[in-house]
């Protein structure tokens, strides 16, 4: 496994409970880890708008169908090819939970090429 990160800025001040929103990314990389393929590469890039912030981060692996991307972040939803991996389907709920009560929201797209979270956060609350 490598993880490739890029930031267009050095230093980013976000006014969120850096605990719980950590919680959130930690939850989207640790599945990018247990649903990658072997030796996958993870990309982290970080970008900053006018008014938010993106969090992107891809890899290749388990292909998310377009039917189950909403059913994701159900609380214990488990996508119908992830049974091989140990899981209880708490952590995208709670990544939701966690940037949607500071004012944001995650976003999924997954094709054979990639799978992409896209997180964005408010740089204002």
């Known amino acids: 496994m490598k993880i490739i990160f890029d930031a267009n800025h050095d230093e980013i001040n976000?006014?969120?409970?850096?605990?719980?929103?950590?919680?959130?990314?930690?939850n989207i990389i640790d599945n990018a880890v247990k649903y990658g393929e072997a030796n996958t590469v993870i990309e982290i890039?970080?970008?900053?708008?006018?008014?938010?912030?993106?969090?992107?981060?891809?890899?290749?692996?388990?292909?998310?169908?377009?039917?189950e991307q909403g059913k994701i972040f159900?609380?214990?939803?488990?996508?119908?090819n992830?049974?091989?991996?140990?899981?209880?389907?708490?952590?995208?709920?709670?990544?939701?939970?966690?940037?949607?009560?500071?004012g944001g929201y995650i976003k999924v797209k997954s094709d054979q090429d990639k799978t992409?979270?896209?997180v964005f956060l408010p740089l204002e609350i």
């Open 14 to 26: 976000l006014p969120h409970d850096h605990r719980w929103t950590a919680e959130a990314l930690f």
């Open 45 to 67: 890039t970080i970008k900053k708008f006018e008014l938010f912030l993106k969090i992107d981060i891809a890899n290749k692996g388990l292909v998310i169908p377009e039917h």
């Open 74 to 80: 159900a609380r214990f939803y488990r996508g119908q």
């Open 82 to 102: 992830t049974s091989l991996q140990e899981g209880s389907g708490i952590g995208l709920y709670l990544s939701r939970e966690i940037v949607s009560r500071q």
């Open 116 to 118: 992409l979270f896209s």
